[in-house]
């Protein structure tokens, strides 16, 4: 059977991925954020400067903040870089890059997609997604988000989450040591993937290790920790070597960064802020003497800022919170390791990092949506979840691009995944049902009568419908030039509703479920 679908799955992976190549070739000359910017010159820098300078060099601004394995990789992509053009990997950069710079590492962050192309295509090939092996790929190839992020605004999320699928897919076929030494080389590539860390290693001491006898388990452990600790050895024992080992971890953990990233992740910090403003404006109302700290969180700003009423906020309490919200999820991957559930458990552990961590970026939602996209189809419930979920997590990115030019694009993204989504589970649940003579899909769940995500989801969608309209038309008309973060708020606030609700189903069904 599997031999019989792989054209099937191979012709789908093909149409998908070229389908999303010709948008991201449209998206060429479309806004780029300071990001590039911050590439451009790592390109520059792992090309001119020698190792042992990469961590140092402060000729720019745009330093260098990512693990070794992704400065090598930078170092690997400028190799053809003077082809097109020499200035590209001299170091200072030019101030105004030319079109060929810019065509240049468009192309690059298209063709480092292959391996996402190669994870996804994989996952598909499995036999829980193979009735509908092109809509799993088009869900993740075509996401809006991960498109707007990449190639609008610039960053290489594609290539990092095909590491991070292609080691959760090692997982689900039991390849275990394979899938630890792959998201090794993915935290020595991206180290903000740490999250996830807590369940890998519960769920590969207790799957790979534990059960086969003290002598077996042993010697399985001492395995998967040389493994992980040459990779890590690759990565960073350069750098031990010329000293820079302090100077690197400053890098990586730039604490003094504050509790939040100058556009507010929406997530569990946005209420605790604006509850901290609510009751500042209260007390100050009744007469209290409340300071109000200067642009405190609403200035656009990368800064520790105060809070005026609520305690301050530390990194290791950000840390607790993280790991205590994961903590069902762990239990469950150690008392009970399933190969089916780890793509749950991984991407729940994400979203716990995003819901609860420290000065976490709007961009990090990638990193547990674009994994559930693979599970979506399980059940109705699930694709109801995702159908929320991916809306919100692309509308909260919507400030991103803030240049009018870019407006329609983003829109069109949003809403032709939308009916992407709505008519891809529609059929595949219809055809389920059929199939089974009665209205259930394959995990027995009833098909709702009003669709798969229920009125209460239905309403929910309008209402960023009614905030996107409030800040394109009615802000300016009502406040002018006053309140100029107000929709970025109503943004954050409102999108971080709908991430609450994505934490608490995720965390009821792992609880239930797994």
């Known amino acids: ?9 191979a012709a789908a992976a093909a149409w998908a991925f070229a389908a999303a190549t010709c948008v991201k070739l449209l998206l060429v000359p479309t806004y780029r954020s300071t990001d590039f910017d911050v590439h451009r010159y790592w390109l520059a820098l792992t090309h001119a400067l020698p190792a042992a300078q990469w961590y140092t ?28 053009d020499a200035a590209l990997v001299s170091v200072p950069v030019p101030d105004s890059p030319p079109f060929a710079h810019l065509l240049y590492l468009r ?26 092996p092109f809509l799993a790929l088009a869900l993740v190839l075509w996401s809006p988000a991960l498109l707007t992020v990449d190639h609008v605004h610039f960053q290489y999320n594609g290539f990092l989450m095909g590491l991070l699928l292609l080691s959760l897919y090692f997982l689900e076929q039991g390849w275990d040591l394979a899938g630890g030494i792959l998201f090794a080389s993915l ?15 519960a769920y590969l001491f207790r799957h790979y290790c534990c059960g086969r006898g003290v002598v077996k388990g042993l010697g399985r452990l001492v395995l998967m920790g040389a493994a992980v600790a040459a990779v890590f050895a690759a990565a960073f024992a350069p750098f031990v070597y010329h000293e820079q080992i302090q100077q690197l971890s400053k890098r990586l953990f730039p604490f003094g960064r504050g509790l939040c990233h100058a556009y507010w992740a929406p997530n569990f910090w946005v209420f605790y802020i604006i509850l901290d403003k609510v009751l500042a ?9 409340i300071a109000i700290p200067e642009a405190s969180f609403t200035g656009g700003l990368v800064r520790s800022s105060p809070f005026a009423v609520l305690p301050k906020v530390t990194p290791i309490t950000t840390f607790l919170l993280v790991i205590l919200a994961m903590t069902p999820c762990l239990v469950k991957a150690f ?39 693979l599970v979506a189809m399980d059940s109705v419930n699930d694709a109801g979840h995702y159908f929320l979920l991916s809306i919100v997590s692309c509308y909260s990115l919507f400030p991103l691009l803030f240049e009018n030019q870019e407006y329609l694009i983003k829109v069109m993204l949003l809403l032709t995944y939308a009916a992407l989504m709505w008519v891809g589970f529609t059929s595949h649940f219809a055809a389920n049902s059929g199939q089974e003579g009665k209205k259930v899909n394959q995990s027995g769940n009833t098909v709702k009568k009003n669709g798969f995500i229920g009125w209460i989801g239905l309403s929910y969608i309008l209402g960023i419908a009614a905030i996107e309209l409030w800040s394109q038309v009615f802000h300016h008309h009502v406040f002018g030039d006053r309140l100029p973060f107000l929709p970025l708020i109503m943004v954050s606030s409102y999108c971080g509703v709908g991430m609450m609700y994505s934490w608490m189903w995720q965390l009821v069904y792992i609880v239930r479920h797994t």
């Not at 059977?1 to 799955?9: D, E, I, L, Q, Y």
């Not at 480092?112 to 598909?124: E, G, H, I, R, T």
């Not at 404006?281 to 003497?289: A, D, I, Q």
């Open 107 to 132: 192309l690059t962050v298209a063709f480092s997609d292959l391996l996402l192309l190669a994870s996804v295509l994989l996952l598909a090939r499995d036999a829980r997604r193979r009735q509908r």
């Open 187 to 201: 935290l020595c590539s991206k180290h903000l993937f740490l999250v996830a860390a807590p369940v890998y290693f």
């Open 281 to 289: 404006f209260v007390l100050r109302r009744l007469g209290f003497n």
């Open 335 to 373: 008392s009970n390791p399933q190969p089916k559930h780890i793509i749950r458990w991984v991407s729940y552990a994400c979203t716990c990092g995003f819901m609860f961590g420290w000065h976490v970026h709007e961009k990090a939602s990638l990193h547990f949506t674009v994994p559930l996209a």
């Open 1 to 9: 059977m599997a031999a019989s679908t792989s054209p099937t799955v």
């Open 57 to 84: 060099d402060e000729s720019s601004h745009w330093t260098l903040d990512y693990p070794p394995f992704f400065a090598y990789f930078s170092r690997l992509l400028s190799l053809p870089a003077p082809l097109a």
